[in-house]
């Protein structure tokens, strides 16, 4: 079974670190690139971050450019989001997200087939 | 960065109408944009892809359609079972923005 389970959330304070990490089975990590998106409870979807297969590109959104980095271990099938400098609006569940078969390339830009049930992160003081 | 807008932000329709939401890209993405349904408490679900590619295994009452800055997702017969938010995103390029979503109910 195709699985991707996110852990490593949690509550911090403002300006205290996380790292997120997202545990790929039932399929060849490395075929694929992946991105974290996340969504605030009752709110849409905010993409986060995406790396391409090997981790030679990558992207953020601006809202967390310069303070969250992403990353993966192909090795250990496991993808992070080490965050940074947190604020209370960086609270939200934050969702692991597998790009499509074919997605083993350059670009790290793609639409999600797989997700998982994602990791709750809360910044408050 | 380019933006995504979707119309209406939230509908509600007769078990067995003919749905449509719009998503307008703020410049021309060519054909790249997908469609996820969320139901409540629920994670994401990949729907259409590449603007008017069905998903493996979503009922064949959705449907998508558009090119460049104007597209739809059309449900032909609304089921009880697509009680749901909907959303467009956009992945030409990064940022992999989402539009604010659609919320579907049953009247």
């Known amino acids: 079974e195709v699985q991707l389970v996110e852990s490593g959330g949690g509550v911090v304070r403002p300006g205290e670190s996380l790292r997120l990490s997202c545990a790929a089975s039932?399929?060849?990590?490395?075929?694929?690139?992946m991105s974290w998106v996340r969504q605030v409870p009752g709110k849409g979807l905010e993409w986060v971050s995406g790396i391409n297969w090997n981790g030679g590109s990558l992207g953020y959104a601006d809202s967390v450019k310069g303070r969250f980095t992403i990353s993966r271990d192909n090795a250990k099938n496991s993808l992070y989001l080490q965050m940074n400098s947190l604020r209370a609006e960086d609270t939200a569940l934050y969702y692991c997200?597998?790009?499509?078969?074919?997605?083993?390339?350059?670009?790290?830009?793609?639409?999600?087939?797989?997700w998982g049930r994602g990791t709750t992160v809360t910044v408050s003081s | 960065d380019i933006q995504m807008t979707q119309s209406p932000s939230s509908l509600s329709a007769s078990i067995g109408d003919r749905v449509t939401i719009t998503c307008r890209a703020s410049?021309?993405?060519?054909?790249?944009l997908a469609w996820y349904q969320q139901k409540p408490g629920k994670v994401p679900k990949l729907l259409i892809y590449a603007a008017s590619t069905l998903q493996s295994g979503v009922p064949s009452r959705f449907s998508g359609s558009g090119s460049g800055t104007d597209f739809t997702l059309t449900i032909s017969s609304l089921q009880p079972e697509d009680v749901a938010t909907y959303y467009c995103q956009k992945y030409n390029s990064a940022p992999l923005t989402f539009g604010g979503g659609t919320k579907v109910e049953i009247k």
């Open positions: 039932g399929f060849t990590f490395d075929d694929y690139a």
């Open positions: 410049q021309g993405i060519s054909n790249y």
């Open positions: 997200a597998r790009g499509p078969v074919g997605s083993r390339s350059f670009y790290y830009f793609y639409y999600m087939d797989v």
